[in-house]
């Protein structure tokens, strides 16, 4: 069945490093792909999304590439601040249903 | 612009004891969905609705019941709640989906319920 793989947290990083959280899918037909973020005591909000293959989604220096080659939507942020402290979960939209990973906890630290 | 408005925010039952989580959006969607949230094991589909008038069961649908009388409610009960009900609760929305993928589900700030 459809399913999201997401990278292991808990991922603590310096401000302004690199950061990469791990996604992979299985999926039959086409499905829509989506990065969503939780800041503490709230609900998921939506990071960035891609609908088809190649696409690139970008949002508040954040980026993903829907690659189908490598069933993959990895998450990449060129400098993280410590406002990017959260959980992010990967996700797959397709017929009826979402699919969520188990989410990938981030700390910046100054 | 009030989006997914889930009430209550916090909530402690005792075992045994029903009640009802509200929802309701106020974006015309189609699609409605119910997430229990658990330390380590990300969200799982409770139950799912298509429309009013039609629900589904999700991955972990026992202890719960839904309806959808309209296209903007979509209330979850609890029949008699058990300790493993303990959970974060949120609700989500979207539009119908397209060309098979579905579009971005919009997301309520969740009931935390606490059953004793």
């Known amino acids: 069945g459809d399913s999201v793989t997401q990278m292991e947290g808990p991922v603590t990083l310096s401000e302004e490093a690199f950061l990469t959280i791990n996604c992979t899918y299985t999926a039959t037909g086409y499905p829509s792909l989506f990065w969503y973020v939780q800041y503490p005591g709230e609900g998921l909000q939506l990071l960035l999304k891609?609908?088809?293959?190649?696409d690139k989604g970008s949002n508040k220096g954040f980026e993903a590439t829907y690659r189908k080659e490598t069933t993959s939507f990895h998450l990449e942020k060129g400098s993280v601040q410590v406002s990017d402290s959260a959980v992010y979960f990967c996700a797959l939209g397709t017929g009826n249903q979402f699919y969520f990973g188990t989410g990938t906890s981030l700390t910046v630290i100054p | 612009n009030a989006g997914v408005t889930q009430t209550p925010k916090f909530q402690v039952l005792k075992t045994g004891q029903s009640m009802t989580l509200q929802c309701a959006q106020d974006m015309n969607h189609e699609y409605m969905s119910w997430y229990r949230q658990d330390p380590g094991m990300g969200l799982r589909l409770i139950h799912y609705s298509v429309g009013a008038g039609i629900t589904d069961q999700g991955e972990v649908p026992n202890g719960y019941n839904v309806s959808r009388s309209t296209t903007e409610d979509f209330p979850l009960r609890l029949l008699s709640a058990a300790p493993s009900q303990t959970s974060v609760y949120f609700c989500a929305s979207s539009r119908g989906a397209g060309q098979g993928g579905r579009t971005e589900a919009f997301f309520g700030q969740g009931t935390r319920l606490t059953v004793v």
């Open positions: 891609a609908t088809k293959a190649d």
